[in-house]
């Protein structure tokens, strides 16, 4: 496997670029590796473990290759106590939407990239590889927020059940529902403004948010926890099991709705 991607010197030392570059050649990866698995037959699950040590070996290579004194967290590699003690830390999800991925025709998968420093995210990118569609944090190309839109707020949320609190927020705002796979897609949904509202509370780890939260509040959205407080990245714990990413306006509604079941 190699770590050449084709980068030139402005991308290798820009932390936001390489982040894109890094999502956006992992997604190019793993989508011709799932066009060639399905075309072979090959069954589910042989799909999705591929796609998700593939992404984990081109990425880890890749950073280990352009950031070496790094710490990296990733959902498929094992955990190590230095990166409490580290100033920069990649947070990363190799395939966000496994499931998603191991369907064919599914383009709800993502590829999350996130760079933590001292404190903050202070970069990141999601990969849509099925859309051909990279969102980054890169101020030169970053997302940029549209007028709110003339139609019913949409509420995105997951495929098979409605997390208690997305009906809490369905039922004070009047919203549509929209149903997408993974964490990555939908909130490049409502960074894209194909939804307005992605409220999640069962069950995440920082993987699953760091790069969307990153990308989402560089497009001018809203970000929090559901009690409204901030999220925490690069705790010793990965568990940070709810989110909320919506429109700046629609933030203190979404945040009323949740505070009247307590």
């Known amino acids: 496997m190699t770590t ?43 799909i999705k473990d591929s796609g998700d040590a593939t992404g984990h070996h081109f990425l880890i290579d890749a950073l280990a290759h352009h950031r070496p004194t790094d710490a990296i967290l990733s959902e498929e590699g094992p955990d190590s106590n230095k990166r409490l003690s580290a100033d920069r830390v990649w947070i990363i999800d190799p395939l966000d939407g496994t499931k998603e991925y191991g369907e064919e025709g599914r383009s709800d998968w993502a590829i999350h990239v996130a760079l933590w420093e001292k404190g903050e995210l202070t970069a990141g990118a999601v990969a849509l590889p099925a859309l051909g569609i990279t969102l980054s944090t890169d101020p030169a190309t970053k997302p940029t927020l549209s007028p709110m839109p003339d139609r019913k707020v949409r509420l995105i949320t997951s495929r098979n059940r409605a997390p208690y609190s997305a ?45 969307p939260v990153a990308v989402a509040r560089a497009a001018g959205l809203h970000t929090s926890r559901i009690d409204g407080s901030p999220f925490i990245y690069n705790a010793r714990e990965t568990w940070l099991p709810d989110l909320i990413i919506c429109r700046p306006e629609l933030a203190e509604p979404v945040l009323q709705a949740l505070r009247s079941d307590r």
């Open 167 to 211: 009906i809490l927020v369905a039922n004070a705002i009047d919203c549509d529902a929209v149903r997408l796979g993974s964490a990555g897609a939908k909130a490049m949904a409502v960074v894209l403004g194909e939804a307005d509202i992605y409220v999640h509370d069962g069950g995440m780890h920082q993987w699953d948010s760091a790069a």
């Open 4 to 46: 050449d991607v084709d980068l030139t010197q402005e991308i290798i030392s820009d932390d936001h670029l390489l982040a894109a570059a890094l999502a956006r050649a992992t997604g190019v990866l793993l989508h011709g590796i799932r066009a060639q698995l399905f075309s072979e037959g090959a069954d589910y699950w042989h």
